[in-house]
């Protein structure tokens, strides 16, 4: 049975326990005060008190069987008079039961044991005196119920507030979802042609080009190649914002470029004519999936910013895998030739997006000038969460 708490950080057994002693000793007291002491009247006062202090603890088990203790209470009231013990037993009946015939049954019948104890009691008591006992054992019970009725409606208003939120949430989820949708038909629209004209150019290039000029062929093909690649993982991305045909979410199709194609990258850089070396210390291979994914994307940027800011410089990559976790730096040397006018705008956004990726992973990037050069410098700790980055 798990335990609530209740008033002030009580439990409940806590509460119970002291309710029960207090109304034993109001019960027991009480003997030696009240007018009338039911069946028992005129009986020691001492046997009265013990059965007054009986039927005061029969509240104990009030929660869990609060029919029977009812009764039980019942039968003592009208046997030694103990209103309090009835009162406390008409609120539980109140509090625990919701169907009017059995609050209505015990009612009356604990209005016939007030009437009973009266009929017993002394022989000057009057209506008045029947209409009060009536009232405080209608009382507790009236308010019992009420107090259980603002519970169960408080209960209510909150799994609805709770429901009306989880709508909400749905809603703005499923306008994300549709908005992730515009902005990769978008991007597609932008990019997938344009990249799809230069890739059919660049064929058409080294087709023309092959016999008379095969340095020109041969870059056209790399264009061509590079082009194909970026189409690929660009259907791959689209394919994961955009929503299946029948408007689910297209299964998760995550562009998966991971640690063990690093060579292939920075392979990649040297046939384009740039000097890059990779060193790899460890298995990064054998990393999670978004760890993996963060490492070849710190690489493919740095790679990239450093043919973009700092053509002809010499680019060292270097994955380590530590104890605490996988360092990955892309260092180059200072720019070997100026910049050119043709290279790829600045966006400014490659090493902002490094930066949320890897915090995503809990770990960290700092970029910046290094010894006439620049360095990238990332770390991802072990037991990074499994985002979805
Ligand atoms: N290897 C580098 N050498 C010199 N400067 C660099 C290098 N890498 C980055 N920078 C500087 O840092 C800035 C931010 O780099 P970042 O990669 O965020 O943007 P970007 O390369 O200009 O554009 P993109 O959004 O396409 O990546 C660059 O504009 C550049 O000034
Ligand atoms: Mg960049």
């Not at 169960?152 to 909400?168: F, G, H, N, Y």
């Not at 029948?246 to 998966?256: D, E, I, K, S, W």
């Not at 994914?293 to 990559?317: D, F, S, Y």
């Amino acid at each position: 049975m798990t335990e609530r708490k209740g008033r002030g950080g009580w439990s409940e057994r806590q509460y119970d326990a002291l309710l029960t002693a207090v109304v034993v000793a109001i019960g027991v007291g009480d003997t030696w005060i009240k007018p009338s002491n039911g069946l028992l009247t005129g009986q020691p006062t001492a046997v009265v008190a013990i059965v007054s202090g009986l039927v005061g603890s029969t509240l104990w088990w009030r929660r869990r069987s609060p029919a029977v203790v009812a009764v039980v209470v019942m039968v003592g009231y009208v046997i030694a008079f103990t209103p309090v013990a009835l009162a406390v037993a008409m609120y539980t009946v109140g509090e625990t039961y919701r169907r009017m015939r059995t609050l209505v049954l015990l009612g009356a019948a604990s209005c016939a044991a007030g009437v009973l104890v009266l009929w017993t009691g002394p022989p000057d008591w009057d209506l008045r005196e029947a209409g009060f006992t009536i009232a405080f054992i209608l009382g507790p019970l009236i308010v019992g119920y009420t107090v259980a009725i603002r519970r169960d409606l408080a209960l209510e208003a909150q799994s609805t507030i709770e429901a009306l939120e989880r709508e909400k949430h749905l809603l703005v989820e499923r306008a994300q979802v549709g908005e992730r949708a515009r902005i990769a038909r978008e991007l597609h629209d932008v990019v997938a042609h344009r990249v799809g004209n230069i890739v059919l150019t660049a064929g058409a290039l080294k087709v023309g080009s092959q016999a008379r000029d095969p340095a020109a062929a041969e870059a056209a093909e790399l264009i061509r190649d590079e082009g194909h690649q970026a189409l690929e993982e660009l259907r791959e991305v689209l394919g994961v914002l955009t929503p299946g045909r029948r408007g689910q979410v297209a299964p998760a199709r995550a562009p998966h470029p991971d640690a063990s194609q690093l060579d292939k990258l920075v392979e990649g850089a040297a046939r384009l004519g740039r000097r890059a070396t990779l060193r790899v210390d460890g298995h990064p291979e054998t990393l999670p999936a978004p760890v993996q994914r963060a490492i070849h994307r710190i690489v493919q940027e740095g790679l990239t910013n450093a043919a973009k800011h700092a053509p002809g410089a010499e680019v060292g990559v270097l994955v380590e895998c530590r104890m605490d976790g996988v360092e990955v730096r892309v260092t180059n040397g200072p720019a070997a030739g100026s910049r050119d006018a043709d290279s790829p705008p600045s966006g400014g956004n490659g090493l902002i997006g490094l930066a949320e990726r890897v915090a995503l992973l809990d770990g960290t990037v700092t970029a910046g000038p290094y010894d006439g050069g620049y360095r990238i410098d990332a770390f991802i700790p072990h037991g990074a969460p499994p985002a979805n980055t």
